[in-house]
Each structure stands twice: as C-alpha cells, then as structure tokens.
C-alpha cells in the first residue's frame, strides 16, 4: 500500500488497510456498534476523529498515527528553514531530522523517479543530509543528476 503524505485521506487508508488485514464490515460494525453505513461514512473522510482513529488503530493492529506522524517529519524541515530563528528560540515540539520512515523514504524516490524534483531541491527544500539522500538513490539504482 502506498500512502500520499503530502495529501492524507485516512478513510481511503482505514479502507485500504482494513482490506488487506481481511477485517469484514461485521467484525468493525460489531467492534465500533454502528452499522454498514456509518462504516461506510467513515471510509469516504478525510479525517477522523483521533479517538476514532485510535479505535481502528487497535482493530487493525496499524498505526493510523503514522502518515501524520510522516507529513510532519517531511514538511517540519520546510518550516525550520524558513523560519529558523523563532524556532530556536521556541520550546515547542522539536522533530529529529534523522529518522526517515518508509514512506517518506518511498515519497523522495518517487519525487526523483518522476523528475518531480531534482535530488539538490530536495536536499535543499526538506533539509535531507546529501549522504542520506545518495544512499537512497544507490539502493534503488537511480541514476544521480
């Protein structure tokens, strides 16, 4: 399953996810105590509720959390680099720049497969060491600019 961090619809993905995992609509009606198309209703929304999404996180045994948790990781970097100073003077969360997820790993090498950005914008735009990034790109045989 690929996830768009950059656009999320978290129904599609419950959906997605619920399919894959084999979890019929009778088991999540009966989990949740509504009917088919509540269920239904849920599928079609862009967001939920977090308590709701946590619900389905601990049906599917999947963190819904985590395309945010991703979109966050992959666009923060934007924000510090346009707005560097008030954000060191600030106490807010702070993200680790060196943990990639899968997907955002898979979203990078996407944006390089399709000619979408060249590997220096990325580095550039979402503050990704050069090194981390040449990794990727050797691991899936893409040729560097």
Not at 4 to 12: A, F, M, S
Not at 36 to 51: A, N
Request: glycine share 0%; aromatic share 12%; hydrophobic share 35%.
């Amino acid at each position: 399953m690929k996830i768009n961090v950059k656009d999320i619809h978290i129904g599609n993905i419950i959906k997605e996810i619920t399919e894959e995992r084999e979890i019929t609509i009778p088991r999540i009606c009966n989990f949740f105590k509504l009917d088919e198309s509540e269920v239904f209703r849920m599928f079609e929304q862009k967001s939920l509720d977090s308590d709701l999404l946590l619900k389905w996180s601990k049906l599917a045994e999947y963190d819904f959390f985590r395309p945010y948790v991703t979109h966050l990781m992959l666009f923060a970097s934007i924000t510090q680099t346009k707005n560097n100073k008030s954000l060191k003077n600030n106490d807010d969360i702070q993200f680790r720049k060196n943990v990639y997820t899968k997907e955002i790993k898979e979203y990078i090498i996407e944006l390089v497969n399709t000619n979408q950005k060249t590997l220096s914008e990325i580095i550039n735009e979402y503050n990704i060491p050069k090194t981390t990034i040449y990794k990727w790109v050797r691991k899936q045989n893409i040729k560097p600019e």
